[in-house]
Structure formats: C-alpha cells, structure tokens
C-alpha cells in the first residue's frame, strides 16, 4: 500500500520543511506515480501565480516556531508547562525542520559550555593546588 500525502505536506516538501522520512517516501514515489506529480506541479504552479494557503503562509514566515530565548528556557527548565507542552508538540508531532534544529543547535552548544567549563575548573585547580600551603588556609575551629 502507498502512502497518502495530503496538499499540505506537499507544500511541506516544496518548501523544505517536510519530515526528512516523509520527505524520502514522497521522492521514491514521485517517480512511479503521475497523479503526485501532477499535484506537485499544480501546487507549485499556483503558487508561482501568488496564490498561497495559509499553511503556506504559516511555514514561510516560521510563525510558531519559539525563539532563540523559550527555547533556551526550555531547556533550562524554566518555562510555563504550556509553552513547553508547545515546544515538544513541535518537536515531537510537527517534526518542525526549523524547532528540531534550534533545539539540536542550542542543545549542543549547552553541552559545549558545560564541558569548556569543567575543563576549565580543572585547569584552574590543579594550577593553583601545589601553590595552596596549610598555613595559607583559614584556620578551622
């Protein structure tokens, strides 16, 4: 049995912004089925007429994705369980191209940090250790 695609997953692909899975099935069948291609072609002929939906709409301008800032506080842990809720909706039903790759970028960069800092730590302590005497220390009573 061949998969479905609906008008707005091919809009999806012909902006980019389709599962990269979804996106793969609709490539291998393109070539066996004329009716997708045939779809394809007319929604990519309307909307070089300017005429567009307002999924289209909506995928072009990004409107929905979270900023550079929710998601960083989303991954801190620091936003309302809504915009969170909203945020794995993206990531995990959307599939969103654009989410998944804030949050992959971010991510990355977090652990980056995380690791730059406890190099540094390191580096500070065993610097610093043989320099530390006992009389140097604040007496403990």
Not at 7 to 35: G, I, N, Q, S, W
Not at 104 to 119: I, M, N, P, V, W
Request: hydrophobic share 35%; aromatic share 6%.
């Amino acid at each position: 049995m061949k998969p479905e695609f609906t008008d707005a997953e091919l809009e999806a692909y012909l902006d980019e912004a389709l599962d990269p899975k979804r996106a793969a099935d609709l490539e291998h069948l393109v070539t066996e089925d004329r009716e997708l291609l045939e779809r394809l072609s007319h929604i990519n002929g309307r909307r070089d007429a300017g005429i567009h939906t307002l999924g289209e709409i909506w995928r072009r301008n990004q409107i929905g994705v979270p900023t550079i800032e929710q998601m960083s506080n989303h991954l801190l842990g620091v936003l309302s369980r809504e915009e969170s809720d909203y945020i794995m909706f993206r990531l995990d039903i959307l599939k969103c191209p654009f989410t998944i790759a804030m949050y992959k970028d971010l991510s990355a960069q977090r652990d980056g940090d995380t690791r730059q800092s406890e190099t540094r730590r390191k580096k500070y302590f065993n610097s610093s250790a043989g320099l530390l005497r006992k009389k140097d220390l604040p007496n403990e009573e």
